[in-house]
């Protein structure tokens, strides 16, 4: 079975524009130190469709969970709790 150079073509553009987004990405941020932001480099390079998705990812995750919380959001729990 053969696949069409319609879908091949914009596939694999859409993979080498998010491998350089991310590897872009992962030099100029300031979220990771620098053995952090190296290893990532290194990842995206070895496994850029794979790389390019776990940095993202992962850069998602610790965007949102490193914010320190909201004034007040433990004593609602824990009253929400009793």
């Given at each position: 079975m053969t696949v069409p150079l319609l879908i091949l073509i914009p596939l694999g553009l859409a993979a080498v524009v998010l491998w350089f987004y991310?590897?872009?990405d992962c030099c100029s941020t300031e979220l990771f130190n620098k053995p952090c932001r190296l290893a990532w480099l290194i990842v995206i390079a070895l496994f850029p469709i794979g790389g390019a998705i776990a940095y993202l990812t992962a850069?998602?995750?610790?965007?949102?969970?490193?914010q320190p919380?909201?004034?007040?959001?433990?004593e609602r729990l824990l009253k929400r709790g009793q």
């Open positions: 991310a590897f872009g850069k998602r995750h610790v965007t949102r969970y490193s919380p909201e004034p007040g959001r433990l």
